[in-house]
């Protein structure tokens, strides 16, 4: 999935600068993407931690469920689907 194809309002990370090296953007994903989130099968109502999951198109978007308002990461389809797999076999090596 391409930066281009989402609506993210991006920011500049505070050790960005101006001169043109090497700067970090991070994205809020808004409007039209904002996504439904749900929690993970593996969290419970006890306020411990939980993992949210938001399912786009051909990705996926994980957040901390204490913090919604905060930062977010997206993971394509093909590596996510290796994750999950990976998780139900036990199997964190790959």
């Known amino acids: 999935m391409r930066a281009d194809d989402l609506n993210v309002d991006w920011f500049s990370s505070s050790y ?16 039209a993407m904002a996504l439904d989130w749900f929690s993970s099968s593996y969290s419970n109502n006890q306020g411990g931690e939980c993992v949210q999951g938001g399912r786009m198109t051909s990705a996926m978007a994980v957040r901390d469920s204490k913090l919604p308002h905060g930062s977010a990461f997206v993971v394509t389809a093909a590596p996510w689907t290796t994750f999950i797999t990976a998780l139900r076999q036990n199997d964190l090596t790959a």
Do not use: A, D, Y
């Open 16 to 31: 960005s600068n101006n001169q043109g090296g090497n700067c970090v953007q991070g994205g809020r994903i808004t409007g």
